[in-house]
């Protein structure tokens, strides 16, 4: 094997590592060492494995003589068995040779040799935190790096446009702060500060009409509980039966008269019985049960619509459990009559327009459900049908679809394949046929092209490739802040497939992927489709490195701001969505969820009251401004996990502390629970939630009582809250770092 080659060799000719040490050497950039990456196949039979080809080639680096005008010590050459040409392959063994040398920087090769192995030598880096620098090395050019080509504006205020993190926004535009913290409010159920509001004299930026809406209790709940039922926190659960009975009660109300006489009946009763109960979710399950048994089978309507919805009795009877928020699963797709309350409600709300008038497109308030594939396709081989194609494109359609049950709502597989000149006829045939797999319109197919070639000897044009993609990305639709817009701006992921093919396109696809991830405010996800045509996340973390390159950012900054409202789920599902970087913080956040709520299954009355104390402590000192979510939050936490519903420790318990009555009574009044059901049975609508001194005091008063012998020692009731300001420490550190 001649591994030099003529020195004045030209073109393909030219040996790779020669371009690249003459081209470091005249740009002053010094070269401690080289890692060579040689995989175990072979280019034909006979021959040697690329492997062994680099451990000869590193044994003529660190010879006297040297090679291509180079020469290194031993230590200094290192030679990578890659067991395939796949970037999961490469990724591992190069990311463990990163750790023991431990590079200030690295220069990855671009553009020779396989493109997998470069790429998993850039995720590699990633993974190891080492600054990563692509040096293209058949096409002059400068040496690039992702971060410069990733220009997404104000990142973190799409992401908390998109989540509707409105307190937050306030950061982002101060002179709007009232109107976002109205909207916060709403978020709560609060209306208190919208009626304050009104009686002294309005809020800028906000008319008379909207100002009003913002002070209707029960549109406050409606708009809380469509805004927050994806996160699946605990108080969201309590919504969701809110929610139910008001909209029941509301349809009720309209289609009275139309509705068969049985029909009427069985929904009245219902609604009188749920209303006039005092919540516990056995008798509730039950009623629902009898109600949807008793239902005449010619039933129409909307109320019959809704009490025949088996994915809505489910999530009804989850709730019910005061556990569906502990679940791991997440919520995953919501029920159909909730998808379409949802954009019934969200074409009247104030919302849409609010952020219109000041230049937002908002995003859909349930998402879109859609998926958006990025994938490169070469010419094939010579002789080569399309059916390996064909099939590759079936896996990568499978593989979408089967996951797509993460997103509240079903949505469309949104293909669209990079093409050059030379490929577009063949990928546009391909387009078609993907449309053909699903005639009733849930797949989107479409060619993205004519991409730059690049060409021997000149520079790659990765940024102008990467302005082609985002061009005809954004073309394809305006959004409207509605689901079905057609835009991909509201896609729920985006998923990069990576395949062999020219790297400034590979390279230009995942900038440009990366940065609508960024500017769509949703997660990102590599895959790469395997020998047999297999689609294989790059990695056992599902392809999650390249979120290190922005959304790792965002995210935690984002989970930071959800647990400083104690919706620690919200955060732990934000932080699901990151790169492994953040695996360790969010397993806390997961824990301490667990400690907030769940029963701990051992310990006698001692120990569960000083879990009791503990959660209560956290609560005080996180929620004290917000008096609603202190005290449902407060309850939640003890019972029934801790202390149980009517068990004799829940009753031993009342009678230490006296003062649990009434923050139970005062949870009970609370939008979350039963305040609309004591509105439909007439009582009078407070006008404020309680002072926030109130409900502090008794807390304080519960974890004073429950302390054994009258202990005055606090400090061991402040671990849970301890643990909660380390971790969010973690994340503001997270938030302000860079790849």
Known sequence: MDFECAPDAVGRDRRPLRRVFEGLAAAGVEVDGVV??????????????????????????CSPEGLFGRSFAADRVRVVEVAEPRMRHCRVPTARVMGE??????????GSGSYALGAGALLAALERGVPATLVPVHERGVPYRFEDLVTADRPLRNWLLRHRFWAELAEFDPDDADVWRLLAARQRADVGQARRAKRHGGVPGMNAGQLVKLTELGLAVEAAFFERVARGEAIDQSLLRAWFLQSLAKRLKSESEAMFPATRDVVEELVTGLTSRKGRGAGDRELLRQARERLPRPADGECAAML????????????????????????GLLPRTVTEQA??????????????????????????????????AGLG???????????????????VSDRNDRFPRPGRFRLRLLATERTRERLESLATWVRSLRMDGSVDAEVVGPLPMPVLDEPPDVSGTRDVIWGELEAAGRATGRAGSGSLRDVDEVVLVLNPGPAAVGNAMIAAGLEWSLTAACPLRIVELGRDRGVRPVARDGGRVLRRLGPDVALAALAARAMRRLDVRTAWRLLGHASERLDEVREAVGRLHRDLYADPETGGKQERYRLARQRLALVARVLADDPWPACYVAVEAIRPGLLGWDTRLWKDTVTRSPVLKDLVALRDTSPYAHLLDRLRQGDREPDEPPAKEYVLRLITQVITDLRAGGNRDASEDLMLFTRFERICAELDRHAQERA
Request: hydrophobic letters at 35%; aromatic letters at 6%.
């Open 36 to 61: 060579l990456l040689g995989t175990l196949n072979r280019q034909r039979p006979g021959t040697e494995t690329f492997a062994a080809y680099g451990r000869q080639l590193r044994e003529l680096m």
């Open 101 to 110: 040398i431990e590079p200030r920087a690295c220069l990855v090769s671009s």
């Open 308 to 331: 025949r919805d088996p994915q809505l009795a489910e999530f009804l009877e989850a709730a019910a459990s005061h556990a569906a928020h502990l679940s791991e699963s997440g919520t």
């Open 343 to 376: 954009d019934r409600w969200e074409g009247s709300d104030l919302v849409p327009k609010l952020l219109k008038q000041r230049g937002i497109t908002p995003w859909p308030v349930l998402g879109g459900g859609d998926v958006l594939v990025l994938m490169s």
């Open 381 to 399: 081989r010579q002789g080569e049908s399309d059916e390996q194609d064909r099939q590759a494109l079936r896996e990568v359609l499978t593989w």
